[in-house]
């Protein structure tokens, strides 16, 4: 089951890519990101209510669901549709690859969360494919002020987002569904992300284009309501940085789809990279599930001997 809710979010998130980029006009980035996200929330809501999925929440909660909401759908996005104006595209993509990184090292501070060497063996055969998926943008930056802004956006996007999982194990262990965790803080990053555009007196616009339209729908919808709930769940499955590991997946149908609608060429370097991407998420996903079974199953010889 959680083999296939992670090619489901690769699939997701992969198709994103481009639904964001088509999404860039006319309306202002934060605009556009609101209704994503109160599209999103309203969704989520509706049919919580309808299917009682909603778990009433205490007060005690909501402030750490507040910092979720500003972490995963309000700083993490501004930071990340920014960066793009002042580094290439492919450069945000491999600073995002490695949110499995910052939720390792964030998972063993606040939960002390274990990896092992083929985790990060694996993180590292993975970033050095996706860079090979954009040696061209990477061959084409140079270090300069608008550089060091971008890089240093897209960084505090990562991290932002690795809050926002650490927050969710958080909540998960509070007894908290991903599924009201998500609803509840998706409003509060709609309440932050109003109360910006009101304060900047950005203009409520709308393209009724069927290509912004479709997109906004796509976005809102399957990589927001499914998307965003099955990435906790994925969380609380098999750990923040295995599930992380689908940002490093995504650029890969993100490709796939360009070349189809953009006319992106492969090469031998992006060929390369798709492989070491690939091999990657094998070192880091099955060998640790092995490792797992065998600490299990030692542990059941332990207890039968015990007996």
């Given at each position: 089951?959680?083999?296939?809710?992670?090619?489901?979010?690769?699939?997701?998130?992969?198709?994103?890519?481009?639904?964001?980029?088509?999404?860039?006009?006319?309306?202002?980035?934060?605009?556009?990101?609101?209704?994503?996200?109160?599209?999103?929330?309203?969704?989520?809501?509706?049919?919580?209510?309808?299917?009682?999925?909603?778990?009433?929440?205490?007060?005690?909660?909501?402030?750490?669901?507040?910092?979720?909401?500003?972490?995963?759908?309000?700083?993490?996005?501004?930071?990340?549709?920014?960066?793009?104006?002042?580094?290439?595209?492919?450069?945000?993509?491999?600073?995002?690859?490695?949110?499995?990184?910052?939720?390792?090292?964030?998972?063993?501070?606040?939960?002390q969360?274990?990896?092992?060497?083929?985790?990060?063996l694996?993180?590292?055969?993975?970033?050095?494919?996706?860079?090979?998926?954009?040696?061209?943008?990477?061959?084409?930056?140079?270090?300069?002020?608008?550089?060091l802004?971008g890089?240093?956006?897209?960084?505090?996007?990562?991290?932002?987002f690795?809050?926002?999982?650490?927050?969710?194990?958080?909540?998960?262990?509070?007894q908290?569904?991903?599924?009201?965790?998500?609803?509840?803080?998706?409003?509060?990053?709609?309440?932050?992300?109003?109360?910006?555009?009101?304060?900047?007196?950005?203009?409520?616009?709308?393209?009724?284009?069927?290509?912004?339209?479709?997109s906004?729908?796509?976005?809102?919808?399957?990589?927001?309501?499914?998307?965003?709930?099955?990435?906790?769940?994925?969380?609380?499955?098999?750990?923040?940085?295995?599930a992380?590991?689908?940002?490093?997946?995504?650029?890969?149908?993100?490709?796939?789809?360009?070349?189809?609608?953009?006319?992106?060429q492969?090469?031998?370097?992006?060929?390369?990279?798709?492989?070491?991407?690939?091999?990657?998420?094998?070192?880091?996903?099955?060998?640790?599930?092995?490792?797992?079974?065998?600490?299990?199953?030692?542990?059941?010889?332990?207890?039968?001997?015990?007996?």
């Amino acid at each position: 089951m959680s083999m296939l809710l992670y090619v489901l979010m690769v699939l997701l998130w992969g198709l994103s890519w481009i639904a964001i980029k088509w999404q860039q006009g006319d309306v202002a980035i934060l605009v556009s990101i609101f209704y994503r996200f109160a599209l999103a929330g309203t969704v989520l809501f509706i049919v919580g209510k309808c299917f009682n999925k909603l778990q009433e929440v205490k007060c005690k909660h909501h402030k750490s669901l507040l910092l979720q909401g500003l972490c995963l759908f309000c700083f993490n996005f501004i930071a990340f549709y920014y960066a793009t104006q002042y580094i290439p595209s492919g450069l945000t993509a491999v600073i995002m690859a490695s949110a499995p990184i910052f939720n390792a090292l964030q998972g063993k501070i606040f939960f002390q969360t274990q990896t092992n060497g083929y985790f990060w063996l694996g993180m590292l055969v993975g970033l050095t494919g996706i860079s090979l998926l954009f040696v061209h943008d990477l061959k084409a930056a140079t270090l300069t002020e608008d550089m060091l802004t971008g890089i240093a956006l897209s960084l505090l996007g990562t991290w932002c987002f690795s809050m926002g999982n650490m927050l969710s194990i958080r909540h998960t262990r509070a007894q908290l569904q991903p599924y009201t965790a998500t609803t509840y803080a998706m409003f509060y990053g709609c309440a932050a992300l109003l109360l910006m555009i009101l304060l900047q007196g950005l203009p409520f616009t709308i393209d009724f284009s069927p290509l912004y339209l479709g997109s906004l729908f796509y976005l809102a919808i399957p990589a927001s309501v499914l998307g965003f709930t099955l990435f906790l769940v994925l969380v609380n499955r098999i750990g923040a940085h295995s599930a992380a590991y689908v940002l490093v997946l995504t650029p890969i149908v993100a490709l796939i789809v360009s070349s189809l609608f953009e006319g992106y060429q492969w090469t031998g370097y992006s060929t390369l990279g798709l492989f070491l991407i690939v091999m990657g998420n094998v070192i880091a996903q099955c060998k640790a599930a092995y490792l797992t079974r065998i600490k299990y199953g030692l542990m059941d010889k332990q207890v039968e001997r015990s007996l």
